[in-house]
């Protein structure tokens, strides 16, 4: 090989490299934003991680919904929430009763 064909193949190597960093990669995949009336259970979406790498409290950025304001500022942080592992999905359930998880488990399943 060339030493110019050389310098070729080392960039391409090292772009390779950099596209294939494991990495976490969350996306909201399901929600429910109640109905009008009556609701079966309290507003609630499912982030999955679709990456190859968890997602980590304390070390990742931390996650936050916002259900009315529509301003960054005034977003609620996700509390209770160790990590989502790749493939994993997780439901936020927003409410502040605790009650309601049982209410969401009877209506939408375990």
Sequence with gaps: MTKGGSYLL??????????????????????FPGQSGEDLTSDWFEITNTGDQAWVAGVDPDLYYDDESASAADADLIIGLTDIQPGEYIIVLITGDVNDIEVFKSVWGP
Excluded at 13 to 30: D, F, G, R, V
């Design 10 to 31: 080392v960039l391409l190597l090292l772009a390779c490299s950099h596209n294939l960093q494991a990495q976490a990669n969350l996306q909201i995949t399901e929600l």
